[in-house]
């Protein structure tokens, strides 16, 4: 599973919560960004394509070396992007769009310490934002309540497509 978004969504926060209340296990995808990626959206560039595929590359090779259940939070921002990371892992991934109002996740940006994604280019991530379509293996969960009811949603979106 990849819970996928804007950068200041939730995906750390809920993949943590989400591993824990399903008993997988929860990487958070900026761990596999190469140190140049992470120091270009340190400095306020965005990446660009040429940065992102060698990463949803790793991303996609990470969840086919998984044993058990896994879960990743990669902004997947693009439906080529999934595309690419399903075809690498090669098995069906469940993509989670948590997804919320720029506001919201800005305001969320703004209280966050210690990352290197600057609020500042949350305008890029939107802009290039690609919300997940009907025919992906995917649905969006409202980001806008708290941490505990975002799981549960994502929980009862989960059973549901298991039936």
């Known amino acids: 599973m990849v819970l996928m978004g804007v950068a200041g969504c939730g995906k750390s926060s809920v993949g943590a919560?989400?591993?824990d209340r399903l008993g997988a296990a929860y990487l958070d995808g900026d761990e596999l960004h190469p140190p140049s990626n992470i120091d270009k959206m340190r400095r306020g560039v965005a990446l660009d394509d040429?940065?992102?595929w060698p990463w949803l590359t790793l991303v996609g090779q990470t969840l086919a070396r998984a044993e058990g259940r896994q879960i990743i939070g990669c902004s997947a921002l693009k439906r080529a992007y999934r595309a690419h990371i399903a075809q690498t892992a090669g098995e069906v991934i469940t993509f989670v769009h948590l997804a919320g109002s720029p506001e919201v996740i800005k305001a969320r940006m703004h209280?966050?310490?210690g990352h290197f994604m600057p609020a500042g280019l949350l305008a890029s991530q939107f802009a290039t934002l690609e919300p997940p379509d009907a025919d992906e293996n995917a649905f969006s969960v409202d980001i806008?309540?708290?941490?505990?009811?975002?799981v549960e949603a994502v929980v009862t979106q989960l059973k549901g497509m298991e039936t």
């Open 17 to 19: 919560a989400l591993a």
């Open 50 to 52: 040429g940065d992102r």
């Open 111 to 113: 209280a966050r310490t």
């Open 144 to 150: 806008d309540r708290p941490l505990g009811a975002i």
